[in-house]
């Protein structure tokens, strides 16, 4: 809950903020790595790492105080 | 001439049966992933009943967070903290993938590593999930702001903690010889729902945190 003082929030989005940046290049890295992999396992992984990338953009935006205000 | 013509024969039938049982193989792999992302597909229905009751009673109050009893606002979950445990089991996603890849490669050693990167950074989560639990200000009685975080997070956090056994049971078998280079398919369903866990949070994420 919001009971952390300033610092500590600060501290804490600096190093969610660096986690999602090291986390999301890997994750777009390999799905484009696997984008021209066929089979339904493979759409699947895709569109899931997709969404993952996704989740890490929601990180980085609410480390920087656009979303959530943080 | 007859001991060549014996030899072709041979290779024939057994290039015949090897491409037959290769055949059956794929065929039963393709009912059995169709099966699999029925499950995850039914598995997003259930989050989604959650999800939309959650939705509802968050339009059927005024404000939020809610106003209790005693007239005071509750206050919003801890966005910084929560990013960071988000980034872990994103991270464990990416590992996930690793560990798939590697053993496509028939790479062992690494894959052992990035599957049991994956297990730690799992545990990691809901170590982070239990934490915030334990230091929240709302009750699941309480509010509907905590009956609607508790019920979604737990019921996420289940899949999780399923998820990591998953991949305990996966780390046996693949070292005991129960999987090959060519077939693998309880790994490959394994990711998926690795994979899958790791999104629904990013719906929880928004829905609970950042909204």
Not at chain 2, 43 to 50: C, E, H, L, R, T
Not at chain 2, 116 to 131: E, K, P, W
């Amino acid at each position: 809950m919001e009971g952390a003082t300033g610092v500590t929030a600060s501290i804490e989005k600096s190093i969610a903020f660096v986690f999602a940046i090291v986390v999301g290049g890997t994750t777009s890295f390999q799905l484009a790595k696997d984008w021209k992999s066929t089979g339904l396992d493979n759409q699947v992984t895709k569109l899931l790492l997709g969404l993952m990338a996704f989740g890490c953009i929601l990180v980085i935006l609410a480390a920087v105080g656009v979303l959530g205000g943080v | 001439m007859a001991a060549a013509s014996s030899f072709n024969a041979t290779h024939e039938a057994i290039t015949v049966r090897y491409n037959s049982v290769d055949h059956a193989y794929a065929e039963q792999r393709d009912i059995r992933l169709l099966g699999f992302v029925l499950f995850l597909i039914s598995d997003v229905v259930i989050f989604s009943a959650f999800i939309f009751a959650y939705l509802y009673l968050r339009n059927s109050v005024p404000n939020w967070p809610p106003i209790t009893k005693g007239g005071h606002q509750l206050p919003r979950f801890d966005v910084a903290y929560a990013a960071i445990n988000s980034t872990i089991l994103f991270g464990s996603g990416a590992t996930m993938h690793s560990a798939m890849e590697s053993w496509k490669r028939l790479d062992k050693p690494a894959f052992n590593l990035w599957l049991l990167a994956t297990i730690v950074l799992g545990i990691a989560f809901l170590g982070g999930q239990g934490y915030e639990y334990h230091s929240a200000q709302v009750t699941w009685a309480g509010s509907t702001m905590g009956a609607s975080f508790f019920t979604l997070t737990g019921l996420h956090g289940f899949h999780v903690f399923i998820g990591i056994i998953y991949l305990c049971v996966l780390y046996l078998q693949a070292n005991r010889g129960v999987y090959t280079g060519s077939k693998y398919f309880g790994l490959t369903a394994g990711t998926l729902y690795w994979h899958f866990v790791d999104v629904i949070w990013v719906a929880l994420f928004f829905l609970f945190y950042l909204w």
